[in-house]
């Protein structure tokens, strides 16, 4: 009986470290490798001890796909591909593909900059692994955190009715309907605004993507509604790096970004600018963002130090901190923190917390369920008790069974093996005549496109297929110049090229046609005057696709030169 | 324990044995439990409960049936489970009638608690930790604890199950390795009780043929084997592997995996790979039982053995063999695969594999390719090694991946079919390939090597992680090359093979995927770090447009290129092979020098890998004193350091200070054994009268440079510098005549310097330093004292059990309901 097994390393009942095998159609599959931010020890990566005992990893292992980013979907990845020795493919989006290392050296840098930490990746490990990367188009990943808000920076997640056997979603806000991101918004804002009126300066402790983009785009909009002038300062180079992607990537981004980029660019910002160590101890306010963002070392944890004596000053944090971070310890409340060599600071400023968070909330989780309509759906990366409320709310509402296993806890579902395709008569005739009939001991492969309709299937010719979608073909060309020095006419040089490669290509077809113009198969060449040097011309020489190679060939013959014809 | 986390204990016990108040993360009561083991470990835990009554109150606590959380109940059991390691401490627990409650019927083991795997897991490591000493073993025997560990080897936790077969083996351990009185008795009835039913139930599931159980126990065994020693152990062996043996009688066979893990296991042990106890008979016929994939492993395990008789090496070899001979068989015209060991031929349940499906295929040819190559290096890899047929295997998977072979035979078709356009095979063919270049062959064969090397690496079709590979193996085989006879030049062939490869590297330098580039560009490194003297390869590079082509590539859109383009053109100038000179044509008439080329990346480049490996070309340009860097080496230093000293980098910085270390030893002389760094300088010139040389690093403005970074706020920058001034003090003192020469010097403007720095201010750049202000500040600061306070994590504040107690308490009803966050 065939069956998917889906068998949570992390985020089972569990968030952070994210890394869920599942066994599909005799595949193994890795979906995330991520690390867990609150251990520095072995813990901060999923056991994949459990793998590597049924064998050569990637004997075992087909693939892994990584859902985004974050680092607790990918933070592992270096160690499992280069320390463990995984050798497989890597599958991301592009974006993902070139965030990913900026967030890994990051993540490394924090590492280093603790104590006792070998065994960790190398830059060359980070980069030898990200070689081993497949970017591939995805509509959406199968599983990951995804958020059904729209972003000020990213369009909300949307998934087709695409009807899967398990749905695989994460679960971190699945008892939470958060509120209004406006209203988040709103909040933040007005905080920052009486921070910065009353002459206090304003911390914003950031990891270098995602939110940071998100808050510098909703600060660098309101400075400019409310003409404000307080300096905002961005901290660290790698966030530039971030922008550029995030500029790189506008089409993945959302809709009312995309058309105001077109007429100013809303990464390139006009009031934010980078930060000077310098400036931390001018007077007046300020906004600065600056990372690390839990405050455990670097430059945000030093601004903090120089700021956090004053009540004037506000510091904001956007995201969650772990255990053993000074961000963790203002969060709850402490207000005397002990410093290197006993020093005690005592903090004085307004220690605000604000979620930007990009997870789904339960509204979000329940309507993708909806749109998705699958058969199972399985919980990951949310908390036991939470994901409790939210299986049982999905199972009566939807009636599918859901399923919410531990670390280490195997799922298995029965699937039904076949899939029933219809293929047109066009199709199959034209597929006949061409050759021998097939036979259940010489199966023939039978090319076409296939349309997925509602729930009906069909294989059909791609003619057939461009008609019934209403969509127009597009051919590619690619095209090359080629220099030639010759002072005759176009026509002649034309004329000229035609005879060479009548005698040079016996067994292809080469014509001169009326507009002067040569094609060799589905080569075309014409030739034009030099705009600058009359003693030269210009090749223009166009194939397809399909001949690639013959272009290529043809326009290395062409480079040589044309024989020296009688004068 | 100190006093402060004396005193925030019982609150926090009294939080966690409250089911009301939600603990913050499981982060935290994993690294309270690690707290509690480097105590333990350190001192009494007996005395460490009386002195903290609420650690007992909180085990008492559990044994309420009041709901409390499942991760606080794992805790619990764990923290028991440490406490009760001690003998004393078991008692003590054992009097309080604590342990029978925690982990017999009446504890969690019979409440809904004991759903969450969280709280089986707990269960057992708690019981792991307890299981120390003699006394346990009673308890364990009698509290039907055993029974439980045995169900839970099936338990749907992957965690669980394991831990519980590790458990058992550890039990078994203890209760076998008591000071003996002579060897075991072979009967049962002698052994201690644990012992009796540990092996009891092992027997039981061998003997049950049922998959699960099987696995489980043969699992079991293996890690016994594989850990444990005494004679006891050749007892064992001898009692279970009759049953072990009819398992090979089962058809189909179970558990052929974990089957080869133990027999490898028993192999490897000492005790018993002496004496045979029909080991050796059960080894070979288990290599002639399984199938091909399944006997690979075993067959390597096998010969990995120091000393195991040559008959079942023999069969070993010729089991790993078989699938290439298969292959060599299907591809050649001629009858029976040259070179292989006798008896090796392609037999036909190794055909069948691999003609059954693609996977199949590829997933025997990838573990046998990879298997050989583990063997390959080994001294006691099979002699004589069959290096030609094996060249010849690997050859031609290669050319029925990329549709070159030509096969005779029928199965050679279908394989040629099957393997065509193979990734996974493809980069474990090159991998195997560069392995076998530690030996040569014969010329027809290397011939052949290089000539499908260069397919790969020409093929438009061979993908990014293949043609990486590709170069990988290139470049071993290239370095492998014999020298010509009589000079220390490449011989013809390897000359050849250059004159082809090179068109094959520009064109792969101009590919469209930047993980092509960046190969090219780091075979290009590698194989000018190597033969950047030979003439012969001198020649056909500089004929090559290669050198030119790498300096384009340091504008490269792709960051990664660009660092790899700075290392591989840092590398061809040291050798002398930079394009520079072959230029005369280039419009414009003078060219930017390399050095101003990279300075510029180094100091505008927007990203930190090609600005870090700029940083290290100039650092080895220095050591190795580069006629660009000789010229004019402190205006080198100065302008390297001025742009180091204003990355946003850290990694940059510290690669400065790096640099500086070198033009210090350089200036000063070597670095003395205490320094840290071990830095390969160059035999140093002379030190010069000592101010003067102090003069040049005032110059270039080193003291400027590692001052400001010794108050870096990245910890590893600040910690090289402080190394570094270390150093330039040691250096400097020993003759100190200086400070009293010249009377006492003006640190006014250093120490008001040194004090905004401290405080992060950039600051103005100070004019020339006077190097003896310099060093009286330098022999004010505490500079030891500094390293000391650097060498700490810089979170170790945070890290301090203290602070870990004071932060769970704070939580307490603050736990919001963004926990959970991203990062």
Redesign the interface.
Same mark, same amino acid.
């Given at each position: 009986m065939p069956e998917i097994r889906v068998t949570p390393l992390g985020a089972g009942q569990d968030v952070g470290r994210s890394c869920i095998l599942v066994s599909i159609g005799g595949k193994n599959v890795m979906l995330d490798c991520g690390m867990h931010m609150g251990f520095n020890d072995d813990r901060r990566f999923p056991d994949f001890s459990y793998i590597t005992r049924n064998g050569r990893l990637t004997d075992f292992l087909d693939c892994v796909i990584i859902s985004h980013f974050h680092l607790d979907h990918c933070g592992a990845l270096p160690y499992f591909s280069e320390m463990v020795g995984y050798d497989g493919p890597i599958y991301m989006t592009h974006p993902t593909q070139a965030i990913c290392p900026i967030l890994l050296e990051d993540y490394r840098k924090i590492a280093v900059d603790k104590k006792g930490e070998a065994n960790f990746f190398t830059s060359q490990m980070i980069k030898d692994c990200m070689k081993k990367v497949v970017a591939v188009h995805l509509h959406q990943t199968v599983q990951g955190d995804y958020n059904m808000t729209p972003d000020r920076h990213l369009g909300a997640a949307w998934i087709d009715k695409c009807r899967p056997n398990l749905l695989i979603t994460e679960s971190t806000y699945a008892t939470t309907i958060r509120d209004s991101k406006r209203c988040r918004e709103r909040d933040f804002l007005k905080k920052v605004h009486e921070t910065v009126e009353r002459g206090g300066k304003v911390l914003i402790p950031v990891f270098a993507l995602g939110r940071a983009q998100e808050l510098c785009i909703l600060l660098e909009t309101f400075w400019e509604r409310v003409n404000l002038k307080a300096p905002i300062y961005f901290s660290t180079g790698l966030t530039e790096k971030a922008n550029h992607y995030y500029k790189l990537f506008i089409t993945w981004t959302n809709q009312k970004i995309r058309k105001t980029f077109v007429q100013r660019n809303m990464f390139e910002f006009k009031h934010i600018k980078a930060f000077d160590r310098a400036f931390a101890d001018n007077p007046g306010p300020m906004v600065v963002f600056a990372t690390p963002g839990m405050l455990h070392a670097g430059q945000s944890l030093q601004i903090f130090r120089k700021w956090a004596g004053n009540e004037k000053n506000m510091v904001i944090m956007p995201g969650y901190c772990v255990q053993g971070t000074v961000g963790h310890k203002i969060l709850s409340g402490q207000r005397k923190l002990e410093m290197e060599g006993r020093q005690v600071l005592e903090v004085k400023m307004q220690v605000e917390y604000m979620s930007f968070s990009a997870h789904a909330d339960a509204k979000g989780i329940m309507q993708l369920v909806g749109q998705a309509e699958p058969e199972s759906v399985l919980l990951v990366h949310g908390e036991a008790k939470k994901m409790e409320f939210l299986k049982q709310k999905i199972e009566q509402e939807f009636r599918v069974n859901c399923y919410m296993p531990a670390n280490g806890e195997t799922v298995t579902l029965p699937t039904s093996p076949s899939i029933p395709v219809g293929i047109s008569l066009g199709l199959l005739k034209r597929e006949m005549a061409q050759g021998l009939l097939p036979s259940a001991k010489k199966p023939r492969l039978l090319h076409g496109t296939l349309i997925m309709k509602d729930s009906s299937f069909q294989l059909v010719s791609s003619e057939q297929a461009l008609k019934e979608l209403g969509l127009a073909e597009h051919q590619l060309r690619f095209t090359c110049r080629v220099h030639l020095h010759d002072s005759r006419k176009e026509q002649e040089t034309a004329a000229r090229v035609y005879s060479h490669l009548k005698s040079v290509l016996k067994d292809h077809c080469v014509q001169h046609l009326p507009d002067g113009s040569v094609t060799v198969e589905s080569i075309l060449i014409q030739a034009a005057a030099h705009s600058e040097d009359p003693g030269t011309k210009v090749l223009l020489v166009s194939w397809t696709y399909q001949d690639e190679e013959l272009g290529s060939y043809l326009t290395s013959l062409l480079k040589k030169g044309l024989p020296q014809a009688p004068s | 324990m100190d006093p402060e986390c004396s005193q925030l204990l019982p609150a926090l016990c009294a939080v966690l044995a409250d089911p009301r108040q939600p603990v /913050?993360? @499981?982060?935290?009561l994993?690294?309270l439990l690690d707290w509690f083991k480097t105590i333990t470990e350190a001192g009494s835990s007996l005395q460490l409960l009386q002195e903290n009554p609420c650690l007992v109150e909180l085990l008492c606590h559990v044994l309420k049936p009041q709901g409390l959380s499942?991760r606080v109940l794992s805790f619990s059991l764990r923290l028991a489970g440490v406490f009760a390691a001690q003998e004393s401490c078991f008692q003590y627990l054992q009097q309080a009638e604590l342990l029978p409650g925690l982990f017999g019927e009446a504890g969690p083991l019979g409440q809904a608690a004991w759903s969450?795997?969280?709280v089986r897991s707990g269960w057992i490591q708690g019981l792991r930790s307890l299981a120390q000493h003699p006394s346990a073993l009673p308890f364990l025997a009698d509290c039907g604890t055993l029974d439980t560990i045995f169900s839970l080897q099936g338990d749907?936790?992957?965690?669980?199950a394991?831990a519980a077969g590790q458990l058992l083996v550890h039990i078994l351990g203890l209760s076998l390795q008591r000071p003996a009185e002579g060897p075991p008795s072979p009967q049962a009835c002698d052994w201690p009780v644990c012992a009796q039913k540990i092996v009891g139930h092992i027997e039981g599931s061998l003997r049950s043929m049922a998959t699960p159980q099987v696995t489980q126990a043969l699992n079991v065994l293996t890690t016994t084997f594989g850990h444990c020693h005494g004679p006891w152990m050749q007892v064992l062996w001898e009692r279970l592997s009759p049953l072990v043996a009819c398992l090979l009688q089962e058809d189909p066979l179970p558990a052929a995996?974990s089957l080869v893990d133990l027999l490898l296991s028993v192999a490897r042990s000492p005790v018993l790979s002496s004496s045979d106890c029909g080991l050796w008979e059960t080894l070979a016929q288990t290599l002639r039982r399984l199938s091909p994939a399944q006997a690979g492993?075993l067959a390597l395990g096998i010969l990995k053995l120091q000393d195991c008789p040559q008959a079942l090496r023999a069969q070993a070899f010729g089991v790993l063999l078989q699938p290439l001979a298969c292959v060599l068989t299907a591809a050649d015209q001629a009858p029976g695969p040259p070179g292989l060991p006798e008896g090796t031929t392609g037999d036909s349940v190794t055909v069948d594999t691999l003609l059954s499906s693609k996977?199949a295929c590829a997933?025997l040819l990838?573990?046998t390719l990879?298997h050989l190559e583990l063997l390959q290096p080994l001294p006691q890899r099979p002699s004589p090694w069959p290096q030609a047929p094996l060249l010849g295997a690997a050859v031609t998977i290669l050319r029925f991946c990329n549709g070159s072979a030509a096969p005779a035979s029928d199965v050679g078709g279908r394989l040629c079919a099957i393997l065509a356009g193979c990734?996974?095979v493809q980069?474990a063919a090159l991998d195997f390939l560069g392995a076998l270049a530690q030996e040569t062959g014969p010329q027809e064969l290397v011939t052949q090597v290089s000539a499908v090397l260069l397919e790969y690496l020409r093929s438009?079709d061979s993908s990014?992680?293949v043609l990486?590979k590709a170069f990988q193996a290139t470049l071993r085989w290239l370095l492998s090359s014999p020298r010509a006879p009589g000079c220390c030049d490449l011989d013809p062939d390897t000359q050849l093979f250059l004159r082809e490869l090179l068109p094959v590297l520009r064109k792969r330098l101009c590919s469209p995927c930047w993980?092509v580039r960046?190969?090219g560009l780091e075979f290009l490194t590698q194989v000018t770090r190597h033969w950047g003297g030979q003439a012969g390869f001198r020649h056909a590079l500089l004929a090559s447009e290669v050198p030119e082509l790498a300096e384009q590539l340091l504008r490269d859109p792709e960051s990664?290129v660009r660092a790899s383009a700075v290392t591989a053109v840092g590398q061809l100038s040291s050798q002398g092979l930079h394009a520079t000179a072959a230029s005369p044509e280039q419009l414009g008439g003078q060219k930017e020098s390399l050095l101003a080329e990279l300075l510029h990346v180094l100091s505008t480049d927007?990203?930190?890998?090609p600005r870090?490996a700029a940083m290290q070309v100039f650092t080895e340009w220095l050591r190795d004193r580069h006629a660009d860097v000789a010229e004019d080496t402190e205006r080198f230093v100065a302008r390297v350091l001025q742009a180091a000293s204003r990355d946003? @980098?850290?990694?940059v910085r510290a690669q400065g200070l790096e640099l500086a270390l070198v033009f210090l030893a350089q200036t000063l002389g070597q670095p003395s054994a205490r320094c840290p760094y071990a830095v390969a300088a160059p035999q140093a010139t002379p030190p010069g009268p000592l101010a003067q040389a102090l003069r040049a690093l005032s110059r270039v403005r080193l003291f400027e440079f590692a001052f400001r970074a010794l108050f870096d706020? @990245?910890?590893?920058v600040a910690q090289k510098s402080c190394d570094l001034l270390l150093f330039l003090r040691a250096q400097a003192t020993p003759s100190g005549g200086l400070q009293e020469a010249e009377g006492s010097p003006d640190v006014v403007p250093v120490e008001a310097a040194l004090q905004r720095w401290r405080?992060?201010?950039?600051?103005e750049p100070l004019g020339d330093l006077e190097p003896e202000a310099v060093l009286a500040v330098l022999r004010s600061l505490d500079l030891e004292g500094l390293r000391g306070?650097l /060498?700490?994590?810089?979170?170790?504040?945070?890290?301090s059990p203290q602070?870990?107690l004071?932060?769970?308490l /704070?939580?307490v009803g603050?736990r919001?309901?963004?926990?959970?966050?991203?990062?």
């Open positions: - | /913050a993360d @499981d982060t935290c994993e690294k499942a969450a795997p969280t749907s936790s992957l965690f669980v394991s995996h492993p996977s997933g990838c573990q990879a990734v996974r980069r438009p990014p992680t990486k993980e960046d190969s990664y927007s990203e930190g890998f870090r946003l @980098d850290w990694e706020c @990245d910890r590893p405080a992060g201010e950039q600051g306070a /060498a700490e994590s810089s979170d170790h504040v945070e890290k602070s870990l004071q932060d769970m /704070a939580t603050v919001g309901e963004n926990q959970a966050d991203c990062y």
